[in-house]
Structures are given as C-alpha cells and as structure tokens.
C-alpha cells in the first residue's frame, strides 16, 4: 500500500450537487489549524512555563514556532522507514528538548513533571471559534472524524476538554502511518468500511487535500489564514479546484446541507 491507485479525480464545485451529494457518508478532518488554534494555544502554555519557571529569555511566541517546525523532520523519519511508527507525543516530546536546547535551556535544569506537562500542551489546545459548532451540524448528517497525525490518547483530551463531538479517533496510530503517506488515508477508509470517494477530506492546508485527492478521497479546503500568526504566507487560498471551499465549518456545514436536502427530496419523489 505505497502509492494510492488512481480514481476519477472531482472537479470543483460546479460538480458538487452529483458528486458530493448522495455517496458521501463520512468527514474526516485535519486537527492541527483546522479544528483547533495550535500556535495561540501553545502560546499561552510556554508563557505560564517561562514564568514558573523564571525563564525570562523565552519568547512564547518564537519557542511555539521554534517547536512546531520540527513537526514535519519528525515524521518524516517515521514515513522514510528510518525509524518504525512512533507516537506523536513521543515525537513532541523529543521536539521540546530540542527547542529547549535552541533556547540554552538545559533540560536537565528544569523538573521531569514539568516537562511532562508542558509537552501535554499539545492536548490542551483550543478550537476554533466555529468548529465545535460546525462540527455538530455536520455531525448530524455525516460520520466525522480526524484524520491527524496526533495519537488518540491525544485527540481524546482534546475532545474531552473542548468538546469536539467525533464519532470516532481516526488518523496516524490507528492507521501505522503519517500523513501525507497514502497509508493514512486509505487504512483509514478501510476502517470505516467505506470507499475512498465516500469520504471527504477536510483540511486548511493544501498539501494535506492534495494528498487525500490522490488517494481517491474528496475534498473541503477550509481558510485559517491566522493559523501560523498574522504574518502567515501559506495556505491563505485554496491552490487546486477542491470540491468544497468555506471561510469556516459552519460555512461548510451550510454548503453540504442543502446537497444533502435536495438529495434526499428527490428520492422521495
């Protein structure tokens, strides 16, 4: 299961009425600045930390950046067969020591718990304002899920404390595989017993959609162009004709609504 085969690919909205409608049975959604704030969120707990702890030459800011752009060389030892499958939070934790050590802060100088704590950070995080919202609406026609490289013991406290209403933890553990390996989205296809073209992928990053089309799954690009700080670059607009597009989730639980109301009064005429 290196590559994904190849399936009819769809092309925009101008074809979400046939496309979109009736097939499509379940969400499956990017966590990390899709669903929730990782940046301000990460934030608020290196400053409560940097205070504890009197390390005045932190900037939260920076430190989560710093942290976060070890995210991708991380995992990508794990998708390169360097390394076997190895948790999230592990991977998190081994990411903070190195941003610890960027910052000349020597990790043996601070206490284990404390550590321990900080890295639970990442479990901790805020959703957006719209998504437990959104998420409800569509969670009333569709099975909704991650699709995340974050570990369920994870995904779990961030749903138990936000009150993210998933049917299920989908994404990397359960699957063996990081994103964007084609593994991640058709293991997780297989666990729901669904086709790929059943499922759609809801993501705020293109690479992540790109990579789900390929595997045959559909595709919502859903726009938080804050999610790296103000002066984000990336991700700002959608760069490919994904089959949904919407400024948030309550905009995109309006845009599949009304395909799955008119679906549903035409069978019963």
Partial sequence: MGSCPVYR??????FMTEEIGPDLHALVFDVFGTVVD??????REVSSFAREHGLN???????????????????????SGRRPFTRLDVL?????????????????????????????????????????AGLTQLKARYIIAPLSNGNIRLMLDMAKRSGLPWDAIL???????????????????????????????????????????????????ITRT???????????????????????MLDLAQKLHPIQDQTTAVKVK
Wanted: hydrophobic share 40%; aromatic share 8%; glycine share 4%.
């Fill in 38 to 43: 990782w940046r301000n969120g990460v934030i």
């Fill in 171 to 221: 994404g990397a553990e359960t699957a063996g595989a990081y994103k964007p390996s084609p593994e991640a989205y058709l293991r997780t296809a297989e666990i729901l017993d669904l086709q790929p073209d059943q499922i759609c992928m809801v993501a705020a990053h293109n690479s992540d959609l790109a990579a789900a089309r390929r595997c045959g799954m559909r595709t919502a690009f």
């Fill in 57 to 79: 030459g932190i900037d939260p800011a920076a430190f989560a950046d710093m942290w976060r752009s070890h995210y991708v060389p991380s995992m990508l030892e794990v998708r």
């Fill in 92 to 132: 998190h934790r081994e990411n903070l020591e190195k941003t610890l050590a960027t910052f000349d802060v020597s990790v043996s100088s601070v206490p284990a718990a404390a550590l321990h704590e900080l890295n639970l950070a990442w479990h901790r995080l805020d959703p957006w304002p719209d998504s437990v």
């Fill in 9 to 14: 690919s769809f092309k925009g909205n101008k």
């Fill in 226 to 248: 804050t999610e790296h700080g103000p002066t984000q670059t990336t991700d700002l607009a959608p760069e490919e004709n994904w089959d949904v597009v919407a400024t948030d």
